[in-house]
């Protein structure tokens, strides 16, 4: 109680002096500016390799757009010339030139500095060296995440091109590139692989539940001596054994359908495992047979060619006295 009455007495004493404190609403403002600077910086480098790689992945398209654009324009001149030589002489044509298409860009304005990838890693490794700044550098490296993010555009035309849309390809066939097909992959891998790690998860969960139901519903079995007295039936049953029945009942109640089934799965794919496993085994054994009587066979031969041997060198021996 002593050390509870001075505790109050601290806080009151506390609290009165904060309320004489005199200071000015943007010092708070100021410290907020701050504490927040770190992620403002790190947020300005990851928007500057962004609009940099924009900007790189614009001109590059523009490039490939301009080129498609004129091989599309040297066919249609060398159509047009191909019908005015054969047609010219009837039909009195002036010349006009074929129509080309010119890109520039526009609306560049001042030019932001030039940030790689790697000054940003390098900024998270600053960050990661202070022991105080964990949150800012959760905080930092997700948005460094996000700069790989595929855009809403780039995932709708991976869509298209993985269900093979000719429609939704066909609005933006110029400016599909191989990189935002491989981060729109990249994202649907790492959601598949969540995916396939929350059922690796769930089925071990499956496993443990249907071995211990087959453990609890399993017969005690086993060889015993005949100098053991076997009591009979009781009428009453076993306490132990009816509350394992009822928590075995408990377990199969709180079972859904759908792990019922992946029980039956399970169940089946066990019994598919034991029958490949025997006709493994009988493989092996008609084999091992197969290899003894290839054996025995050649054994047989290689007798019966050394008595050849043995019956032509001593008919030559018999011929060659008889001369």
């Known amino acids: 109680m002593r050390t509870v009455s001075s ?22 403002d100021v410290i907020f500016e701050v504490y927040h600077l770190p992620v403002a910086y790190g947020s300005v480098l990851v928007e500057a390799v ?12 523009s490039l490939t757009l301009a080129e498609e654009m004129a091989v599309f324009r040297d066919e249609e001149q060398r159509r047009r010339k191909k019908w005015v030589k054969s047609i010219g002489e009837l039909v009195a044509l002036p010349d006009d030139m074929t129509p080309s298409l010119e890109i520039n860009m526009q609306g560049q304005g001042q030019e932001w500095p030039e940030v790689h990838r790697k000054e940003i890693e390098l900024y998270i ?22 700069l790989d993010k595929p855009t809403r555009q780039q995932k709708r035309r991976a869509k298209a091109f993985k269900q093979g849309s000719v429609i939704d390809m066909g609005r ?25 790690k929350s059922s690796e998860s769930r ?3 499956l496993e443990d539940l249907l071995h211990r139901q087959t453990h609890i519903a399993r017969p005690l079995s086993g060889n015993f001596s005949t100098d053991f007295p076997i009591s009979p039936a009781s009428p009453r049953p076993d306490p132990l054994s009816r509350r394992s029945s009822v928590s075995s009942r408990r377990m199969s109640s709180n079972q859904t359908a759908e792990d ?64």
Request: net charge negative; charged share 45%; hydrophobic share 35%.
């Open 50 to 61: 962004r609009r940099r790689e924009w900007n790189e992945k614009l001109k590059t398209d």
């Open 203 to 205: 089925i071990r969960k």
């Open 125 to 146: 490794d600053a960050l990661k060296a202070r022991n105080d700044m964990s949150a800012i550098v959760e905080e930092v490296s997700q948005l460094y995440a996000d």
């Open 172 to 196: 933006s066939s110029l400016l599909i590139r191989g990189d935002d097909m491989v981060r729109s992959l990249q994202d649907e891998k790492y959601k598949l692989e969540e995916k396939v």
């Open 260 to 323: 019922r089934s992946l029980v039956q799965r399970i169940v089946g794919l066990e019994a598919d495992l034991a029958t490949e496993r025997e006709t493994v085994q009988r493989l092996q054994k008609e084999a091992r047979m197969e290899r003894q009587s290839s054996t025995d066979r050649m054994q047989e031969a290689q007798s019966t060619k050394e008595d050849l041997i043995k019956n032509l060198e001593s008919r030559q021996r018999e011929f060659e006295d008889e001369r």
């Open 7 to 28: 505790l109050e007495s601290r806080l009151a004493d506390v609290q009165a002096q904060i309320a004489k404190l005199d200071v000015d609403a943007d010092v708070f």
